[in-house]
């Protein structure tokens, strides 16, 4: 007898199948991050073009979301996400059969299409829960979903060095397919669908750019996850140009951050509602920010060595992993009928910001740089979210509502 939960369409997501998808939009921006040197060999280009892999997806994935969230609340997060993982699948596929650097880059680009998962996964949590507990499931979702970008770029550094860089998008595309089936077998729709027309639904974004509360937790989720991307730009050149590490240290490095982030995301599952969405963004912002203001210190006071500028990493996952379940949240609670379109725009300024952070990371770090200007930018992006947050919660005692 078939089951009756694959035939019912509209039947919620188990947290599961949430967390894989999400996973998989994380591992896909991540996994080549310690073949990225490697991969500049291979197409016989400079580094700083291999590293533009990373800036052009994060670009075409904030530009994505600014209409995924919109046709997701029009058409359904269901038919969004399965058209944008057949598409992905595609991406692949070019990447691995790619004769040039930028045949491989428009298909990077292409692959881009899987922030769709990130997006509409917090979309969904929002449609099936209310405020409070959205934070706290957000948190829950994200906690499981860093344990693929902890593993990532371990996985990836191994599978370089062992078969190349074409083993890693061979995984995702392998990875690709199994999360292909596990949404059309599990994910019903959870959108109460809007009947109106994509332009309609573009118009409803000044609904959104006219709260200041809007953009005061874009703003906090903007520059503490900025902090993490400007890493993920310049950290594989610290690692193999700065310190002369291989790949596979590079990748298991990476993983200080992962776990740091999934500890912040437990603390954010476990305490968000009790303790309440805006201080727990201001407690993760402060541990961003406090953590590179430690680690500019220590490397000003001479001390280089890549156990303690990867170690210190370990406050920008708590932070992030305490602040982007929270601040996102937030962004969603503005106005709950537009949950897609505000995910959409949201982290469409997110990635965007992200991507213009990456790509100052790799301009920052030429010949001869040390890591001081990576931990620089970082502390600064750092420090802005701090800043944001306070402004949310000046706002919020303005209006009188909760923190």
Do not use: K
Not at 24 to 46: E, H, K, Q
Not at 239 to 263: D, E, K
Not at 346 to 354: K, T
Request: aromatic share 8%; glycine share 14%; charged share 10%.
């Amino acid at each position: 007898m078939q089951n009756p939960r694959f035939l019912n369409r509209t039947t919620p997501p188990h947290i599961v199948t949430l967390i894989l998808l999400a996973g998989l939009s994380a591992l896909t921006m991540n996994i080549m991050l310690p073949s990225l040197p490697g991969m500049a060999v291979w197409f016989g280009v400079p580094y700083a073009t291999m590293q533009l892999s990373v800036a052009l997806y994060l670009l075409l994935s904030a530009l994505l979301q600014v209409v995924i969230g919109p046709i997701s609340d029009r058409y359904g997060r269901r038919a969004v996400l399965l058209v944008s993982l057949v598409l992905f699948l595609i991406a692949t596929v070019g990447t691995l059969i790619a004769p040039t650097a930028e045949v491989f880059l428009i298909c990077r680009m292409g692959q881009a299409v899987i922030a769709a998962g990130m997006v509409l996964s917090r979309a969904v949590v929002r449609d099936m829960v209310p405020d409070a507990q959205a934070a706290s499931m957000i948190g829950y979702v994200t906690m499981g979903m860093s344990i693929v970008p902890m593993v990532g770029p371990v996985i990836g550094g191994v599978l370089d060095e062992a078969f190349g860089w074409q083993a890693n998008f061979g995984l995702l595309a392998v990875l690709g397919v199994v999360v292909l089936g596990l949404v059309w077998a599990d994910l019903g729709e959870t959108a109460t669908l809007r009947r109106v027309s994509l332009a309609e639904q573009m118009r409803s974004y000044p609904l959104l750019l006219r709260s200041q509360r809007f953009w005061g937790y874009v703003g906090c989720a903007s520059f503490s996850s900025g902090a993490f991307f400007a890493y993920l730009g310049g950290a594989p050149y610290v690692g193999n140009t700065v310190f002369g590490l291989s790949s596979t240290q590079v990748g298991f490095l990476f993983a200080i951050t992962a776990v740091g982030y999934a500890a912040g995301n437990f603390v954010a599952g476990r305490y968000s509602v009790r303790i309440g969405m805006n201080r727990m963004v201001l407690i993760g912002s402060t541990f961003t920010a406090g953590g590179m203001a430690a680690l500019l210190f220590v490397t000003l006071a001479g001390v280089h060595s890549p156990l303690v500028f990867f170690g210190f990493t370990v406050f920008v996952g708590i932070g992030n992993g305490m602040t982007l379940p929270n601040a996102n949240a937030g962004m969603l609670s503005i106005r709950p009928e537009l949950a897609g379109t505000a995910s959409g725009l949201g982290g469409a300024i997110q990635i965007g910001g992200g991507a213009g952070l990456a790509a100052l990371a790799g301009a920052l770090l030429g010949p001869g740089a040390d890591e001081v200007p990576l931990v620089l930018l970082m502390l600064a992006s750092g420090a802005m979210s701090v800043v944001s947050i306070l402004w949310v919660m000046r706002r919020a005692r303005v209006l009188g509502l909760a923190g």
